[in-house]
């Protein structure tokens, strides 16, 4: 069985919720503020975590309060921390509003932004393992990890989120990328919305295949995934839930995702695995704290 390796984001959510969103320039009451431990790469590695795989985190925390809370909320969940470091600055922190389910999100960096290639550089990446990243930490250290991810012979499953410009090198890089329909139209550089038909997302992943054996996720919320293996195109149907918090969603499917192909299971039953878990995600309040174990996937599987 191989192991995931996360190099990634760890912050605290700072999380107010309301009635409804503030239009600009206004203010307006909220209901209660929360605190709950995030980051894209956290929230991946507790999920894995959670589900069963070796997992193993990559990033750092600041020398502050939240810091200390992350640390000690990460290793309870079975999180690997060896390659998480400290910083010399504060910890990073998102600042989320919650409002009739949907979430709107400003992160500040602090400490993420200082992950370096030397912090992936003694990863000890083998066959079989994942190799998973995000956009919340500079993309060269990324480039840099799956670099040596490649190198390894390990899978490399990128999460190209807060959407962003990348370079061909690290595109190139991938082998499994996941992204919703918004950051493919962004990369692609093509307008694409949530009503959009299948065929017509999947022409626009096809255009943005680096590799001719690279393989496209687009995750589609309530209407399930859509998938470009290679020049395979299938689709994985979505689950109809109540939504309370929607924040953390996408990083349970790579989480999840991540721990399935760590098990060598194949790619349209790892995705449906995936999916089932962040339905299940979306139904509590916080990000790292919602994601479910296996025994709770298997129950709606």
């Given amino acids: 069985m191989g192991r995931v390796f996360v190099a990634g984001s760890i912050n605290m959510d700072v999380v107010a919720t309301a009635d409804r969103h503030p239009r600009v320039g206004e203010t307006v009451s909220g209901k209660q503020v929360l605190y709950f431990p995030g980051g894209k790469g956290a929230n991946q590695a507790v999920a894995a975590a959670r589900l069963g795989a070796r997992t193993t985190l990559i990033g750092r925390l600041g020398k502050d309060s939240f810091g200390a809370e ?7 969940q079975g999180v690997g921390l060896d390659s998480v470091r400290e910083a010399d600055t504060h910890s990073g922190t998102a600042i989320i509003t919650v409002a009739e389910s949907d979430n709107t999100i400003v992160v500040i960096p602090g400490s993420n932004a200082l992950v370096g290639a030397d912090d992936v550089a003694n990863v000890p990446l083998a066959k079989g393992d994942v190799a998973v990243s995000q956009f919340e930490i500079p993309l060269p250290t990324i480039t840099a990890f799956f670099q040596r991810a490649r190198r390894a012979g390990a899978t490399t499953l990128l999460n190209p989120a807060p959407a962003q410009k990348m370079s061909g090198e690290l595109l190139a890089l991938v082998d499994i990328l996941v992204l919703n329909e918004t950051e493919l139209g962004f990369l692609a550089g093509v307008e694409l919305s949530d009503g959009d038909e299948a065929a017509r997302i999947i022409d626009v992943a096809r255009k943005l295949q680096a590799r001719a054996d690279q393989t ?7 209407r399930g995934v859509l998938t470009l293996a290679a020049s395979e195109e299938f689709a994985v149907q979505g689950r109809a839930v109540k939504a309370v918090d929607t924040t953390g969603a996408g990083d349970c499917f790579v989480g999840a995702l991540a721990s399935q192909l760590a098990e060598g299971v194949a790619l349209r039953t790892a995705l449906a ?14 990000a790292g704290p919602s994601m479910p174990t296996a025994a709770e996937v298997a129950a709606v599987l």
């Fill in 70 to 76: 992350l640390r000690t909320f990460l290793g309870a």
């Fill in 216 to 222: 496209i996720c687009i995750t589609l919320g309530k």
């Fill in 273 to 286: 695995f995936a999916n089932a878990a962040a339905s299940i995600s979306v139904q509590r309040m916080g």
